[in-house]
């Protein structure tokens, strides 16, 4: 029989007593925001658990990591603590440990429906760096920017390709986004400017980063993993239009700056451990610093709908898995740290858009509509690219035995550009 | 008679009273730090003036901005506070006022010898963006990398061109920087793998955000100089070998990413007002919302020196001017938000590299050796690319009628890589 908690869990929620993803919420519009694990369809107020004494291990107990309007204290504490915290949660929310289930003023202080809660940005993000790590995406925007001979650029197999992003940016999911304006391509003498043409979705996940590690000392890729606390799923939008034109020779810029979507709930690498599968083979074999002695990567089914204005329903664009990355997130970390840059707790390590081989598990429209030559229809419309109005959600979960270890939604609306 | 202090000041300052420029430093080893004024050898303790109760303007004579760890609260406030705290701390420092030259025991307290402080980060960095506007230099790269066909690419005339930076390794003026360690190019059929073969400084200077604006609300340029408060010198270290096996598609990262260095202090555009001078004509003329009612750049005159280890002084290997910059300080402010991208203060808006036309005026080794094919001399000796040991020096400063408005100095010195 499964662990069982004490409060009701569909057998379809993303949130059972496996999970116990942990996020940031304020309980009412004006409340001061604090740390929350998700169980069902309540937030469980982590603030109120310390207040009350109920963390008795010997590092979270001594700790006011959870009386902070944001995670990243606990998520420099590392593992040890982490692994402490989960198992204290395991235990106080499980069916058969009575003292929240049967302390109904405590429950009613810690338990709070989810409904009634707004979700903030669980993390202050110092730096935010996006890779590059699916081959299907890197081979299918090669062939269409570059053309079908040398798809994929030499040194791609061996490094996990990355650019820095913008950490001002990024919001959670729920808010809208208004369409960026900018510089694209010339059809004449001179650059087009205005609202996008090309806006577009990336389905990506991405690594929160626990300990940090000092300026000029690299992780070793081996001990990478104790450097993650866990996962987010993340929309990185895109203004291919405008990255078209300014993307040579620095990379990205304000194709991609104006803003970047998480969804709100972290599922820890602990929560997803059981959901660990074998990363694809490399070939050639990565160089030492990447090489490691256990390479894997997640079985996480995750999909992107898109509903119109007006419409009542999302209609799925794509289905993709985060296992068919190339490079694994303890080889991007690694490869990050190489030349001694010093990461954060708190620090967003992106996936890059997550293409499986199939046309119907492409991550963005860019290549689900082969930038925009074959639109995708959506309930009696087509897309070749996103409308004003357009609300685009990101969904992910694993497959348990009996339940689900999901990461909730990551979505967003397309507001018109300001005149 | 120009305006004149009762602290001493050598006419050769880089800090009279004409300059004032703001940095956070660190009395003792183990104090904390707090927000300082250059004047002379000295530093103004403004924690110290704060609390005295000395700043009595409207703004900042309400504000705690002074009795903070850094200056992200007096950024936020704007033009109007920043007038006021200069205007009342020139006051403050005049030959003629009394309220401090003659209080001896707050005197004590205020001014703190110069090389008896330690200094910090000025600020808190959200996010850094680094530039590409100096035409020379995007010339001189072009030629290197591509050839002298298309040195510079068909949008570099149309936009600022710039990168995300990486604002965990930026450190301070004064802090050792250990060689980085990547792949380079193969010469075989593997990428190289080790220490950096091509270590290289760049003359920057960067810009230091004040109020932010919202996302999705663009910076109008003719409004742009009151985002910023004022500029530091930067070398935004780089290493060639690496940058050259990363960067396409997606730009430079982990040979840019090992570290960046600052001068300590913040010299405001009030204080450079003095020596604004025309930016370069602009053929093609910008787009509209890059099209400034006044376009200006600053005179200020830039010197790299390399101390190689165990030498007694440094060699100046170049010689710039701020004034060489294509594209302004505001355009570049402006293009970064038209997207909509939010700028929050303390962020740091780098130039890019400052290369004039000639060559003794290049602002980096990459180009002063031509990609290390005509190396530098230096007191005896030649550089290619730095050396372990090497100190690199950039300073700064603009001629006023008998004093100087400077900005100190930016240094660092290369440590070996770690086995
Ligand atoms: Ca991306
Ligand atoms: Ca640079
Ligand atoms: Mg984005
Ligand atoms: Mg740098
Ligand atoms: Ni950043």
Known sequence: MALQSFVEVHPDSHFPIQNLPYGVFRPGPSAEA??????????????????AGLFDGPIVGKSDCFLQPNLNKFL???????????????????????????????????????????????????????FFSSMHHAKNCGNIFRGPETPIGANWFHLPIAYHGRASSIVISGTDLIRPKGQAP?????????????????????????????????????????????????????????QAWEYVPLGPFL?????????????????????????????PPPLPYLAEKISKNYDISLEVGIKPAGHKNSCIVTRSNLKHLYWT??????????????????????????????????????????????????????????????????????????YKVGFGACSGKILPSSP
């Open 329 to 402: 997130l303890t080889q991007q970390l690694a490869h990050h740290t190489i030349n001694g840059c010093n990461l954060r707790p708190g620090d967003l390590l992106g996936t890059g858009t997550i293409s499986g081989p199939e046309p119907e598990s492409f991550g963005c429209l860019l290549e689900l509509t082969w930038n925009g030559q074959k639109p995708v229809s959506l309930d009696g419309t087509t897309r070749g690219f996103l409308e004003d109005g357009d609300e685009v959600t990101i969904t992910g979960h694993c497959k348990g035995n009996g």
């Open 186 to 242: 010339p059809t004449g003498s001179s650059p087009y400017f205005g609202p996008s043409r090309k806006l577009d979705f990336e389905l990506e996940m991405a690594a929160i980063v626990g300990p940090g590690n000092e300026l000029g000392k690299p992780v070793d890729v081996n001990e990478a993993a104790d450097h993650i606390f866990g996962l987010v799923i993340m929309n990185d939008w895109s203004a291919r239009d405008i």
């Open 255 to 283: 194709g991609k700056s104006f803003g970047t979507t998480l969804s709100p709930w972290i599922v820890t690498l602990d929560a997803l451990e059981p959901f660990a599968c074998d990363a694809p083979k490399q070939d």
């Open 34 to 51: 604090r740390p929350g694990v998700a169980i069902g369809d309540y937030v469980l107020d982590l603030s109120v658990v310390q207040s």
């Open 76 to 130: 420099g504490m590392g593992r040890p603590a982490w692994k402490e915290a989960r198992s204290t949660l395991q235990k106080l929310l499980s069916s058969t440990e009575p003292t929240l289930r049967d302390n109904a003023s405590l429950r009613e202080k810690a338990l709070v429906p989810m409904n009634k809660v707004e979700m903030c940005l669980p993390m202050v993000i110092g730096d935010y760096s996006d």
